[in-house]
Nanobody, 120 residues
Framework: QVQLVESGGGLVQPGGSLRLPCAAS????????MNWYRQAPGNQRELVAT???????NYADSVKGRFTISRDNAKNTVYLQMNSLKPEDTAVYYC??????????????WGRGTQVAVSS
């Protein structure tokens, strides 16, 4: 069994910052790409940021220069540092990762999400 658990969400004022960790646990042999998605009410889930196992990153245009994705491979954890937050960043943020288990099964795993609200 593999689990992804996000944390760090909350209410923040515009211009503020939050850091979202997502920890993977279970029968993990290796983790390939790790991603952050978000979904605002009435909207489709969108890809926010990606980091490969080698550390290459990619961002949605809407968050470039404000968000930073990073990972700690020793801890099987991915982080999303969010700065200069705007009300339009309000959403549920989901962690996603492509994981190979010790049973040699590879699949995409999702966390349950953490709510981020940006409001004055």
């Amino acid at each position: 069994q593999v689990q992804l658990v996000e944390s760090g969400g909350g209410l923040v004022q515009p211009g503020g910052s939050l850091r979202l960790p997502c920890a993977a646990s279970g029968s993990i042999f290796s983790i390939n790409a790790m991603n952050w998605y978000r979904q605002a009410p009435g909207n489709q889930r969108e890809l926010v940021a990606t980091i490969t196992s080698g550390g290459s990153t990619n961002y949605a245009d809407s968050v470039k220069g404000r968000f930073t994705i990073s990972r700690d491979n020793a801890k099987n954890t991915v982080y999303l540092q969010m700065n200069s937050l705007k009300p339009e960043d309000t959403a549920v943020y989901y962690c996603n990762a492509r994981i190979t288990t010790f049973a040699a099964m590879t699949g995409d795993y999702w966390g349950r999400g953490t709510q981020v609200a940006v409001s004055s």
